[in-house]
């Protein structure tokens, strides 16, 4: 038993902060082997909210968080040490890729005392975290379920679960609107000054603000936001940035991007009804959601009236399917007229691509072919890992399968357990044609760029499409062969390829899609001519035209304003 004096000395200091205090105290106290279930667990999440911790320290609190699971598997103290052991994993997986590593043990215990609570809110929680980081779709879904059908009002738990059907084929665009119906009963409406006492009449140009969680470091949106910011028309507009992100990380891209709006302003710190009453008083007339489901704690800013014209674009391809999104931005190979019915906003369709990128920097450079100094063909895919949908797996195995010698290198913005990978491709026999590159050895764009030099022909996932992927593919030079879909999320790389003038890598079916692949290794100079013409051409077309494509926006932007 803790004597009262010991367990109030602990909770003083842990209310002050004082962690490291915190783990002396308790490492006086007693060993690990006779240590309580609760001071383990206290112990870990002190190592975790430390100001100052290193790996060492992190993997540490997973072993103790592991020791209170342990000893208390059947009460609310293992629940508490499993979700602390998972959440330390999922957080830190972008900064040290070893947590991926401990996500088997990770399901072992969750399976374990699933068994013995059944449902339970915070459980669920955390382990739809795991099984989205195991690459197990199906198992999340089903938790995510669970969740919802016993009401859970997270509003993490709801985008989730609208987000992570988008990558499977059993959800059509049709089933995810019907979701989408429900989506603002779980945001609140927060205060907002009515638009009638904003006066608009005192801006001398147009205001357009933007707001976004990504304006931060090298994000990818930064890449098609900043030469569109750049230049649009600054007699008509005036724009501003409402980052949701702190300044501190801004670097390279997003720092171009600054420099490129009118006005900047770091709204971080500020909770939603604050920044709604910060936009407003700047007397925004359009106002754009660069985020959509991918950020549940803020979307629901946009559940609200704040502007006389709101527009989802570039982060969420997809509807949000709040009333007072009035606009989402697609083009017409996306979104089809008699589609518009499955998305709750009006559709801006612009008159070539949807979005623009900037380019990047760096020299380009007509490579060789990979195949012809390795000798068999290399193909690639750089997306997300969570777009590895099982029909992905299958198409992709085939492919490898008929292509003789064949490699495939597979590269995730988010590390994951390489084993969970590799297992996907064991079943279809082809785990040894799969080359996994660590994220962290190519963090640098120049590094992660490069690594496209090593493919001759990039894969592209499906239904969830690539599109910052597909981009950086194309200005490399390496043809994308890509899945016709059925809504605008699984059809961006069909409007890539399209505004390209690329529609020879369009594939109407999986079988085609095969083909294609086969076609492609087995004709090297049909191949090699392809690359050439991509690499000569693309930069010319309306995927990195940011002039024209702004011009077009603000011609669509100045109809719709002019209905107000």
């Known amino acids: 038993m803790l004597s009262k004096i010991f367990s109030q000395n602990v909770k003083d200091l842990f209310v002050r902060k004082k962690y490291q205090e915190v783990i002396k105290k308790i490492e006086e106290f007693s060993s690990i082997k006779e240590r309580p279930a609760g001071l383990s667990n206290l112990i870990g999440v002190c190592k975790i909210l430390k100001s100052e911790r290193n790996k060492n320290e992190i993997i540490s609190a997973l072993s103790d968080f592991e020791d209170s699971y342990l000893k208390s598997k059947k009460n609310e103290i293992g629940i508490e040490a499993l979700t602390n052991f998972i959440t330390t994993c999922v957080t830190n997986i972008k900064i040290y890729h070893e947590m991926a590593d401990y996500l088997p043990k990770a399901k072992k215990m969750y399976e374990e005392i699933e068994k013995h609570f059944g449902y339970h809110e915070r459980l669920f929680a955390s382990g739809s975290d795991l099984y989205q980081y195991l690459l197990d779709h199906k198992k999340t879904i089903k938790i995510l379920k669970s969740l919802i059908d016993n009401n859970s009002r997270s509003k993490i738990t709801i985008c989730k679960y609208g987000f992570i059907n988008n990558y499977q084929e059993e959800w059509k665009q049709k089933d995810y609107f019907d979701y989408s119906k429900n989506f603002s009963n779980y945001f609140p409406k927060l205060k907002t000054k009515k638009l009638k006492e904003i006066n608009y009449n005192q801006n001398k140009k147009i205001k357009i603000g933007f707001v976004s969680c990504d304006f931060t470091s090298n994000h ?3 890449y098609f936001a900043k030469d569109t910011i750049k230049n649009l028309d600054k007699n008509v507009f005036e724009t501003y940035s409402f980052s949701l992100s702190e300044d501190r ?12 709006f009118d006005k900047w302003y770091d709204l971080s710190k500020l909770g939603n009804e604050d920044v709604i009453k910060f936009i407003q008083s700047e007397k925004i007339e359009i106002l754009f959601d660069v985020m959509g489901l991918t950020k549940a704690p803020r979307i629901e800013i946009f559940n609200n009236r704040i502007s006389p014209i709101q527009i989802s674009w570039l982060a969420f391809c997809n509807t949000v399917g ?13 979104i089809y007229e008699d589609e518009e019915k499955f998305y709750k906003e009006k559709i801006i369709r612009m008159p070539d691509i949807w979005n623009c990128h900037s380019g990047f920097n760096l020299v380009r450079k007509l490579t060789n072919l990979p195949f012809n100094e390795n000798k068999y063909i ?4 750089f997306n997300n890992f969570l777009k590895l949908s099982n029909n992905v797996i299958k198409v992709w195995s085939k492919i490898l399968k008929s292509v003789e010698n064949s490699k ?51 894969l592209d996932t499906f239904p969830y ?58 004709n090297i100079e049909k191949l090699e001519n392809e690359r050439k013409k991509i690499y000569d051409k693309i930069t010319d077309t309306p995927l990195f035209n940011s002039n024209k494509f702004s011009s077009y926006l603000k011609d669509e932007l100045l109809k719709i304003y002019k209905k107000i």
């Not at 290399?378 to 895919?381: D, H, P, V």
């Not at 357990?417 to 590159?437: A, C, H, M, Q, W």
């Open 322 to 334: 709040f009333e007072t999104i009035d606009y989402l931005i697609a083009d017409k190979n996306l």
């Open 465 to 522: 499409n690539g599109v910052t992927t597909t981009f950086e593919a194309l200005w490399k030079g390496v043809p994308v062969i890509v899945l016709k879909g059925y809504n605008f999320n699984s059809r961006c790389g069909e409007s890539i390829l399209k505004n390209a003038n690329l529609d020879f890598f369009l594939a109407s079916n999986e079988e085609e899609y095969i083909a294609k692949a086969i076609y492609l290794s087995n």
């Open 249 to 260: 990380f801004l670097k390279s891209s997003s720092l171009e991007l600054k420099n490129n």
């Open 378 to 381: 290399t193909f690639g895919s």
């Open 408 to 458: 495939l290198i597979l590269k995730s913005y988010n590390s994951y357990n390489t084993r969970t990978v590799l297992d996907k491709f064991k079943k279809y026999g082809v785990e040894n044609s799969i080359i996994i590159y660590d994220r962290s050895n190519y963090s640098d764009l120049k590094d992660h760029l490069d690594l496209y030099e090593s493919v001759d022909i990039a």
């Open 220 to 222: 990818s949106v930064t």
